[in-house]
């Protein structure tokens, strides 16, 4: 996949460039993601969604935990410990959701789609273990904010499922924003924080593409 940088602009800053791509590329708007948020979800589609979402992020180490051993960018080592610890927080809860709601709901092809969703997990992993300094970091700087949405299914499967809700760990946006702003003081950073951002992004909504057209294939 070929993926062509935002313009950047003078003073144009690496989080705000995420933020952009977020608009235009982010999960937040994607139908199946709105559809599982509403108020009455289906719940073979929850149960789909949940176990692929397990399946993609649910595994250790997570994304950070790959960064930080990569050490591609030294100065970002102190945020990613902190997502470190938010992300073993949320596997624990996708590993209760998922133990909650059931087994994989039968679906048509899914031999097919369990190779592509591993291949997107392989995706992302290669993302965060990126020897390119600011890719990792514009990769997971881009989880934090499509991670809002994913939060928003796994909340309501667990209010399906009658799962606790446990509190977001992630850093507030504000501080996210002023991290990355600085973790993309240089223009080499800045244009390889925006490209992870982009290619987490696409990866997101091949993974919601996909679990959408296993909803259509059931029904």
């Known amino acids: 996949m070929t993926l062509a940088p935002p313009s950047i602009g003078r003073d144009t800053g690496a989080w705000e460039l995420v933020e952009r791509l977020a608009l235009t590329d982010g999960i937040a708007q994607?139908?199946?993601v709105l559809r599982l948020?509403?108020?009455?979800?289906d719940q073979r589609d929850l149960a789909d969604a949940v176990h692929a979402l397990c399946a993609t992020h649910g595994r250790h180490p997570g994304m950070p935990d790959e960064a930080y051993a990569a050490r591609a960018q030294e100065d970002a080592q102190d945020w990613l410990a902190i997502l470190s610890d938010a992300f073993a927080g949320e596997r624990a809860y996708l590993a209760r959701l998922t133990a909650?709601?059931?087994?994989?709901?039968?679906?048509?092809?899914q031999q097919a789609s369990e190779a592509a969703i591993s291949g997107h997990r392989h995706a992302l992993?290669?993302?965060?273990?990126?020897?390119?300094?600011?890719?990792?970091?514009?990769?997971?700087?881009?989880?934090?904010?499509?991670?809002?949405?994913?939060?928003?299914?796994?909340?309501?499967?667990a209010r399906h499922f009658g799962i606790d809700i446990p509190a977001d760990p992630l850093p507030p946006?504000?501080?996210?924003?002023?991290?990355?702003?600085?973790?993309?003081?240089?223009?080499?950073?800045?244009r390889a924080i925006s490209f992870g951002a982009q290619a987490l992004f696409a990866q997101h909504r091949g993974l919601w593409d996909l679990l959408e057209g296993r909803t259509a294939a059931r029904n």
């Open 100 to 109: 909650a709601v059931g087994p994989l709901p039968s679906t048509p092809g």
């Open 37 to 41: 948020g509403a108020r009455r979800p």
């Open 30 to 32: 994607h139908p199946h």
């Open 173 to 190: 946006r504000a501080e996210t924003a002023t991290v990355v702003t600085a973790l993309g003081g240089d223009p080499a950073s800045e």
């Open 125 to 157: 992993e290669m993302l965060a273990r990126s020897a390119r300094r600011g890719c990792a970091t514009g990769a997971i700087a881009a989880l934090t904010i499509d991670w809002r949405s994913i939060r928003a299914v796994l909340d309501a499967a």
